[in-house]
């Protein structure tokens, strides 16, 4: 019986690059929709639930994503509000990577800090993205002192009251519009990981050299987004730091992402979201 | 050669469900169109007609859906305009599996009325959508005194209409607006049909307790429209009626809905419509 | 590994004729998008080059099509411009089967001129649209003396223009409304390219017959565009011209489409447009 993963995606046109690490993950068809919206989840689910038998159930999945988490959380409440007694699917969110990505970088992260991020200041710069802010909840969640910065206060007040409301623990916000600033915000972290845009360098490298413990970067087209970071560090000693560039990170995430594929065909019931995806990175970097 | 099924769509996410099922009849590869309206249909169909040899052709097909059936019969009719001499594929009609789930009840309940259904009082509860006006019409033209309710007496005229040009005899319709008025509705009948939402109930026990010689109920979703039918039923008694619930009925659905795509594979000139469909299905009940 | 097809199509639902057709040349998925624009491309080019090895990257491969051949461009251009370092697919333009028909045309005819069409007249009635600017294009860049028609002159200067800025060598056009004006178009001409809409006859045997060398038409549905010519001709002569016929051409086109598919999956770096599609013809000719 083939895998078929049914794609939902919020953004008008579906993620190639999803339906690329599907593939490559062992999904043997994808359903790809895209431009989905909460009203339009409740009929493409049925069609998940009501076209097999329960026993053969497992050989669909759902996954979702698109470019907007928030958009993306509404989808999963919608599908698992779709879902009934042994009528399910497992079912994965991660817009625009956010997931997989944000955990790759925070269970590098932790590991580079010897197993635990508890009490550590840590600061997301850029963080009100999707992969800024999972990862900040994620850190939130296990006991970091977290600092997020955004452009616009407002925004940053806003995502940091979202992630604590998420993920609980404390995320504090603050400004950075230009790299000048970026000196400021990395005072006394111990901890910096870069969310910002693509072909962005926002933090350069007289701003955190020789301060921290660990550098991240996520950004892969140059320029990058931290000065002196590389895109294929992985594990590297950069100005005193460990460093991780995006591929270093990216490659894991890559591992993830098809590992949570993979799993989403074995059982029907599986919920992969943050918190439970950061459990299969756990069992991956073991 | 890889078996291509052409997915026409008219609603603007195709269908999972109907993918599922194709995927499950052995279509090779989905070629899935959604939003698709009669415009669209002559160059979508060229690309069917002249991409193999005349000989190679019946290794690609098409399936219509969608959720509007007046939609999808449009674009049967601008399909088959689009053929000519043997440049033509097989081609099947399934708007909302209006077709396959009218023809599976329409041909259980003829088996459990001995045969045939001419002569007998048939009322189709919420009988205006894709499903019941299928259902209808096949009833109408075996012959039966076929009922329809509606909650908009208008609707219920202007759809009986169209059933009696599309499939000959004769069918009335009621207004039909809430449960209390149920029992009126099925006085005199020998078979109730429901067709009406999911979700909702329509018909109380006590409104055919013991009036009727076979009971359907089309709703999957509790609760169910029928009470008293069970989901599962498949040829139950209950109260003095031959029962069948949503589930009873879907499963001759799906072997038949999947017959049909596999057929479509064995030829290059069959239109699978409500009678060509309900032959398949005599076939299958044998 | 899978080899995976990104579609890429600016026309809102995505060329079927594309998709059989990929299948058939060996394509094992298609990831099929509408309605591109410019501004999608970057990010779905982005799923093909950061999601596999540079060593596998020869499994992933771009088509780009749809019914507007300039739009078609502009999405190659955003393509290219994506692509950086090794990070990078191979990529073909064929916008509504412009590049391999008029490529088709072209070879065949030179071919039927003994090898060359330097210095020889030629006629492409009906050319402003996709095929006719590319086979225009391709006949004046080998030193051919070309004429194009259109109903509006505006349209046939404007688009002579377009065609010498990408091809070099000179193309003239003239006005042509209506088959009474064909022969004074066809006159002096030593080779007539109907590149004309579907199920029109524009050229009467009269205005053509005795006057040429080499005769096409690529209108497959009837009335067939230049009168005289049979759809299937592929080298018959007819009224003293060698004669080729939509279906004639268009059996060299679907395997020199074919063979272009096949061979984006051979590399990361290709970029098949007309002049290099017209090499993968040649050789294919040998």
């Known amino acids: 019986m083939l895998k078929l993963l049914l794609q939902l995606d919020s ?77 399910r699917v497992s079912t ?12 790759a970088a925070v269970v590098k992260i932790t590991k580079a800090l010897g197993g635990s991020v508890k009490g550590r200041k840590i600061v997301v710069t850029a963080g009100t993205g999707p992969v800024g802010t999972r990862a900040a909840g994620l850190f939130a969640k296990a006991g970091a002192d977290v600092t997020i910065t955004s452009r616009k206060p407002e ?24 790299p000048s600033q970026a000196a400021a915000a990395v005072e006394g972290c111990e901890v910096l990981l870069n969310a910002g845009p693509a072909g962005v360098m926002l933090i350069p490298r007289a701003a955190w050299a020789g301060k921290l413990k ?13 000065e002196g ?23 894991f995430k890559m591992k993830l992402h098809k590992e949570c594929i993979a799993r989403l065909f074995t059982r029907s019931d599986l919920v992969l979201d943050a918190e439970t995806i950061e459990d299969v990175a756990k069992e991956l970097m073991k």
Chains 1, 2, 3 share one sequence.
């Open 11 to 87: 953004s008008r046109l579906p993620s190639v690059f999803d339906q690329v690490v599907a593939y490559d993950a062992g999904a043997d068809r994808i359903l790809s929709q895209g431009g989905v919206t909460e009203g339009d989840v409740r009929d493409l689910v049925h069609g998940c639930i009501f076209t097999r038998s329960p026993k053969e159930m497992h050989n669909t999945a759902i996954f979702i994503g698109g470019a907007d988490m928030s958009a993306g959380e509404k989808l999963l409440i919608a599908a698992t509000k779709a879902f009934f007694a042994n009528f």
């Open 92 to 103: 994965m969110l991660d817009s625009n990577g956010s997931n997989t990505t944000a955990v």
């Open 155 to 178: 925004d940053g007040e806003r995502v940091s009251a979202e992630i604590c409301k998420r993920f609980g623990g404390t995320v504090r916000s603050i400004a950075l519009r230009e």
């Open 214 to 226: 660990v550098v991240v970067d996520l950004n892969a087209l140059p320029p990058l987004g931290v």
């Open 229 to 251: 970071v590389e895109v294929n560090d992985d594990g590297e000693t950069r100005e005193g730091a460990i460093a991780f560039g995006a591929l270093g990170v990216g490659n």
